[in-house]
């Protein structure tokens, strides 16, 4: 029997010990041995489980350290009869259980509305082609350093020093470390009663709502913008003003002047990614000061600036005292251990202290110690380091896919950084039906509706996001969802045989493709330029913020124009038929299907008849 | 200069490769090594620090790994200049950094009134006799086994699991352990949708609070009571109603006819440590039936049921569904990893689901996973049976000490468990001034102001708990604190000197205490009953659960009654002069001092004259 109760399983990484230690326990609790009954010898039990002696004595003195079992001279080891001292002596306990009734809610002060989730389904990991945003990849969870910083905090000398902190405020080896290692990243300083440890970014904005925001004040929020802040403020009872967002960030405009608050999200405006100018931040910290508004600066993730260095958090930009900052350490570290954090001055940190403690005291002290070393012995400024590393290539990968697969056909606008797009498609997708068509494939792309309060949602809009999709993936998934947004747009798309203007032959094509200078837009917002020498050689290269260049070879040959670029386009050899639209040249493909449209500068009038 | 940058400890238990790493990572991370600065090659720096190239090669490795250092070819190993990437550009931050002026009270809505904290020093470890409840003696934490359950929580596939949780709700598994292991032990049942982890009972309480208490509610709370749940629930708008306490616990009278919702603690109220009797239970659960109440059962400690099987919780007596229950594993574990839950039905779960999801998300992720694995290891059973065992035998050592020490002085009350005394001393006793005259003296004891919101504390109570002090320095303690309470209640003691009735000499005492039986009050509440037996032999036995019986010897000598016992009073030799007051047996010490007052049944009313 026993040998059936234990079990061993030799190919696992458990010692053998602990193998039968755990079995033995897990036997106790569920009364495979009874209380008081008694167990088998070491000697006997090492027989019938193949193991040699010492392993069962040093289990039984693990389990009579426990409690588990008692040794009785010249008697033999009996299962403790104690184990369940201090239990409820409840004969009833095993009846069959019958859940309560849910009737208690008459009694609810109102029920909470709440803008529904991202639909992501929870099996998203089945995917192929998980473009979403903020479900994490675990390979990029920094494990091994995680464990360790984590066994420093979980010795006694440091078990005794946070445990003795509770209620008393949050552990100074962390708010040390955020304060030298974390804010100065973002150009903030801060003395250490300038901050608090949050559970997350979330319990930030609850704590701010609560001290700052009740039905008298009005709060500006962006639109499109973050739903559970929305949800949070509406809780508190604020009024909220929607501010519309464009290419520099938030708008600042008179609305403004009859708020009091503004909610904003600078370094990468949740959902669009758009980081806020320089002159924006200026302006909405001048206006701040003119009208005596409150900023609630949320800096929600800043490893994902890549094209330039960061601007300067509006904290550290403030020359007064307006901005209430808030963020985290990593979002990918944030998952999970939730350790967020404000920076204010110390008025108002030490009135938010009073509501976290009344609230839930403190963020747990043993994660608070954990973070605290994962920081001081520079883990985090090499998973930092890691992270951008492995974003940003994620993030040029998605550019350089949806820029070959859907030129002319999509926008993302001029975003730096971030780890998502906001794809603007064609006029005529419908966004929600492409969502459900390119699940079935196995791809996931996220709806925007949930980011509109106010106004309507753009039906022809998704987001595409990198942090859950590994590097190598990338290119497929796009390429595939290239293939259904041409399929569900097709009777809107140009056709070879239906577009306007003419197709060239392969004579025209040579008269007036050699030296000619071709400019096209990427889908990222930045000019491209591609120069065909008469020598069959091309060079092109693009404008905006890392400005890339490549060079490779064109020919014409049975009435198509045909390119390779060195790297650009994947290297790929490819053919279009071209059509001249006035100065507009079109390019279709073998299948007939449009692909770009270009200036050609200097286009010869004559070959137009 | 490097080896006064990397000095290396060999005493230490870190590695001499961890040893130089942290240190190179530092003076990387402080500027002592220039971004972009060329370190020694691995022979160099190896010959330099005196250890084997070897070590110094697998440091690099790890370094180059991190991503700190760069190798090139045929130039040697540098410090990487894109350490800092994605950091903001500002000179300005070595500026001298001068805090934010705190002018932004004027936006704040209300202040948040909080009852102060316990009057306990920061540094009460430095204290011999810490009788402070709730601060935790770090050597009664799990730690090895704690260790065990973190790291099993925090190894890739786990990490995995538990990561995708966010947002969308518990831990599947340590519901599971909570729903099997935990709640079990009260006489609880519920499906797994009607538990909630919450970080600690406090953030329970408040998501309770949100979802059932506004300004059109009338809470009831037990007077003298907690103090966080006052706050809380002013806090929230609630009229409170204050419920006095008794022997039986909250008192149920007409009262609560007024109110909507009862806050109850019953297992051991706080702060009285009163367990609330079965038929006050049912008293409660029948007025919550009448009156259509529900209740909030705070069983914050259940580690302490000492002289009884506890009472089954009130939400597994209930047969409707007016029960709210909170707790947590343990009031030692919960101190800084702090997981707490919820059991309702699960209409009410899944709306505080909601509200814990606006307020902060999910109680951080790697705990629940560590506290599950924890509980399924069986390293909680074991943990609670030894927690049980060592606050047992301080409660008994504590009890034993004033009963010795301080006997016809003070009162705990019938008190069954719990982690706390609540002492009753002499009427004339200022309980303030000895808390700080008992704190120079390295006592602490806990006063009891903030408990009382309505009704004047009584000035002569205070608190003394167990779960601070280590058994062996119980007695000594409350020895040095029953000398300085006779010090400060001197003058209204009865002296030898003044006492009513006749002293007996050692004629008079030979002739009564022969075959005598003693009958006195122990300060918990029982009676204890002595009969000196004429052959010099003597037994006493006390009443009440847990009952003890004990023998020893007496005689009588130089005009004094002398005794000892073999387990009570230590066993010490002791001497007392004897006064007779009608049937009144007096007590006092050599130094003339009153001890104790007794009954002499079939005392001979003609030796009173």
Not at 164 to 187: A, F, H, N, S, Y
Request: hydrophobic share 35%; with cysteine.
């Amino acid at each position: 029997m026993l040998k059936r109760l234990i079990h061993i399983d030799t190919s696992l990484d458990e010692s053998l010990q602990s193998q039968i230690r755990n079995k033995l326990v897990e036997g106790i609790l569920v009364g495979s041995f009874a209380l008081g009954s008694r167990l088998p010898s070491s000697r006997k039990l090492a027989e019938q489980l193949g193991v040699a002696r010492n392993t069962v004595v040093l289990v039984y003195q693990t389990l009579q350290d426990e409690g588990y079992i008692i040794s009785k001279e010249r008697s033999g080891i009996y299962v403790n009869e104690k184990i369940h001292q201090g239990w409820v002596n409840d004969n009833e306990l095993h009846m069959a259980y019958q859940p309560k009734a849910s009737d208690n809610q008459h009694r609810f002060k109102g029920t909470l509305q709440v803008t529904n989730d991202t639909a992501c389904p929870a099996d998203w990991q089945k995917y192929s082609y998980p473009f979403i945003d903020g479900k994490f990849d675990v390979s990029l969870y920094p494990v091994k350093e995680w464990r360790d910083a984590n066994q420093q905090a979980n010795v006694t000398r440091e078990i005794n020093q946070w445990s003795q902190l509770q209620g008393l405020g949050d552990d100074p080896m962390l708010i040390e470390q955020i304060r030298t290692k974390v804010i100065p990243r973002r150009g903030i300083q801060a003395s250490s009663d300038e901050i608090l440890i949050t559970v997350g970014t979330q319990q930030a904005l609850h704590l701010i709502s609560q001290l700052f925001v009740d039905d008298t004040v009005t709060v500006a929020v962006e639109e499109p913008g973050y739903p559970e802040v929305r949800d949070l403020l509406q809780y508190s009872g604020a009024n909220l003003l929607y501010q519309p967002v464009d290419d520099n960030g938030m708008q600042v405009n008179e609305q403004l002047d009859r708020c009091d608050i503004v909610y904003t999200t600078p370094s990468h405006q949740t959902p669009t990614s758009v980081t806020m100018s320089m002159t924006r931040r200026h302006e909405l910290l001048d206006k701040a000061k003119a009208q005596d508004l409150l900023i609630i600066e949320d800096d929600f993730e800043f490893e994902s600036n890549f094209l330039r260095q960061p601007h300067p958090a509006l904290r550290s930009l403030d020359s007064g005292n307006r901005v209430v900052y808030i963020s985290c350490l990593s979002k990918v570290l944030a998952s999970g251990i939730q350790i967020g954090f404000i920076v204010a001055d110390s008025g108002v940190i030490s009135e938010l202290k009073k509501l976290r403690k009344m609230t839930m005291r403190n963020p747990p002290l043993n994660n608070q110690r954990a973070v605290a070393y994962f920081l001081s012995l520079g883990y985090y400024d090499a998973f930092m380091l890691h992270l951008h590393k492995v974003f940003f290539e994620r993030w040029l990968t998605l550019r350089e896919a949806l820029n070959t697969y859907l030129p002319n056909c999509i926008d993302t606008g001029p975003i730096q950084g971030g780890t998502a797009y906001w794809i603007t498609g064609p006029p005529q997708l419908d966004g929600e039906n492409l969502r459900e068509k390119a699940a079935e494939l196995g791809i996931l792309i996220e709806p925007v509706k949930r980011y509109f309060a106010q106004s309507k949602h753009p039906e022809n809009c998704f987001r595409m996001g990198i942090t859950s999709i590994p590097n190598h993936r990338i290119r497929d998934g796009v390429s595939k969802l290239a293939d259904l947004i041409h399929q569900l747009t097709e009777e809107h798309e140009e056709k070879l045989g239906n577009a306007s203007g003419k197709l060239l032959n392969d004579e025209a094509l040579r008269k007036c493709l050699p030296g000619a200078r071709l400019e096209c837009q990427m889908v990222y917002g930045v000019p491209c330029t591609i120069d065909l020498l008469p020598d069959g050689s091309m060079s092109g290269h693009t404008g905006g913020i890392g400005s890339e260049i490549d060079t490779g070879h064109w020919w014409i040959e049975n009435g198509m124009y045909w390119r390779q670029w060195k790297l650009w386009s994947y290297g790929e050899v490819k053919g279009f038929y071209v059509i001249m639209d006035g100065d507009q040249m079109k390019w279709f493909d073998q299948n007939y299907s449009f692909v770009r449209q270009l200036d050609l500068k200097g286009y010869p009038a004559t070959l137009d008849q």
